[in-house]
């Protein structure tokens, strides 16, 4: 189930709590927990509606601005099709989140190093755990048809793999690429991979961006933007007038701000 990043933003805040889909048939589940960036989303009701019984509290609870909007957006696609509410409530954090920046003891390790094997001698491909962990500790935070192209993989595989190494907490996804996590840098640590992140200088201290798109992103690590503390040195006029920085980014950044005692320059002191 797809949800954009405003609508999963509303959901972590509590200020919508339920949205319309239209499906052939249910495509979620009661109790499923899904990961999402802000965190994870858990379903609580599915049920079929008809358009005639939706009302302005429906289209409220859903984000929408009006009740002619919401039927109007459920107009767009699939028409022929039923609708259904799906109930949704924010469950917490990423629990892969805290396993990323956990250090494993020897043991761990081990069963760790076991898993990766496993992966290898059952890849019809040859092995590719660690020259992947290898590849994204050497090019942090670049575009993954990038990387599977030096691996030798199309994109759509090489995904697919890191997604089963990010489930064990060896890697995190940056709006823009990947980045080894601590537990996947002491795993090739402990096997003796040579780091060449290892010899790089640390990185400049502070608060990093929050996830804002990668079009965001990039707009701002052009300008060397990498970091809060340099977004507070901007005005939110000059964030805006780069392309692609929207308004949620803007909002998200701002939301970021506040939350590290941080704010725009034009907004200080205010």
Request: zero cysteines.
């Given at each position: 189930?797809?949800?954009?990043?405003?609508?999963?933003?509303?959901?972590?805040?509590?200020?919508?709590?339920?949205?319309?889909?239209?499906?052939?048939?249910?495509?979620?589940?009661?109790?499923?927990r899904?990961?999402?960036?802000?965190?994870?989303?858990?379903?609580?009701?599915?049920?079929?509606?008809?358009?005639?019984?939706?009302?302005?509290?429906?289209?409220?609870?859903a984000?929408?601005?009006?009740l002619?909007?919401?039927?109007?957006?459920?107009?767009k696609?699939?028409?022929?099709?039923?609708?259904?509410?799906?109930?949704?409530?924010?469950?917490?954090?990423?629990?892969?989140?805290?396993?990323?920046?956990?250090?494993?003891?020897?043991?761990?390790?081990?069963?760790?190093?076991?898993?990766?094997?496993?992966?290898?001698?059952?890849?019809?491909?040859?092995?590719?755990?660690r020259?992947?962990?290898?590849?994204?500790?050497?090019?942090?935070?670049?575009?993954?048809?990038?990387?599977?192209?030096?691996?030798?993989?199309?994109?759509?595989?090489?995904?697919?793999?890191?997604?089963?190494?990010?489930?064990?907490?060896?890697?995190?996804?940056?709006?823009?690429?990947?980045?080894?996590?601590?537990?996947?840098?002491?795993?090739?640590d402990?096997?003796?991979?040579?780091?060449?992140?290892?010899?790089?200088?640390?990185?400049?201290?502070?608060?990093?961006l929050?996830?804002l798109?990668?079009?965001?992103?990039?707009?701002?690590?052009?300008?060397?933007?990498?970091?809060?503390?340099?977004?507070?040195?901007?005005?939110?006029?000059?964030?805006q007038?780069?392309?692609?920085?929207?308004?949620?980014?803007?909002?998200?950044?701002?939301?970021?701000?506040?939350?590290?005692?941080?704010?725009?320059?034009?907004d200080?002191?205010?």
């Amino acid at each position: 189930m797809q949800m954009r990043p405003a609508e999963l933003e509303a959901i972590r805040a509590g200020d919508v709590d339920v949205a319309f889909r239209r499906w052939e048939r249910p495509r979620v589940k009661v109790g499923t927990r899904m990961r999402t960036a802000v965190g994870l989303v858990e379903i609580t009701s599915v049920d079929r509606v008809p358009v005639s019984r939706l009302t302005a509290a429906d289209a409220r609870r859903a984000g929408a601005a009006s009740l002619a909007a919401l039927r109007q957006g459920l107009d767009k696609v699939h028409a022929d099709r039923p609708v259904y509410r799906v109930g949704l409530r924010y469950a917490g954090a990423d629990p892969r989140q805290a396993l990323r920046e956990s250090v494993p003891d020897a043991a761990e390790l081990e069963t760790l190093g076991a898993w990766l094997d496993r992966l290898d001698r059952a890849s019809p491909a040859g092995p590719w755990t660690r020259a992947t962990l290898a590849l994204i500790d050497e090019l942090p935070a670049r575009r993954a048809p990038d990387l599977a192209e030096r691996m030798g993989r199309d994109t759509p595989s090489f995904k697919l793999n890191v997604r089963k190494l990010k489930e064990r907490g060896l890697t995190e996804s940056l709006d823009i690429g990947y980045r080894l996590s601590a537990r996947g840098a002491a795993v090739l640590d402990h096997e003796g991979y040579p780091r060449p992140s290892a010899g790089r200088s640390a990185p400049e201290p502070g608060i990093p961006l929050p996830h804002l798109g990668a079009a965001a992103t990039r707009a701002l690590t052009a300008r060397g933007v990498v970091r809060l503390e340099q977004v507070a040195e901007l005005g939110v006029g000059e964030v805006q007038a780069l392309h692609g920085v929207g308004p949620y980014a803007v909002r998200h950044l701002r939301s970021a701000l506040d939350a590290a005692g941080l704010a725009f320059r034009d907004d200080q002191g205010a």
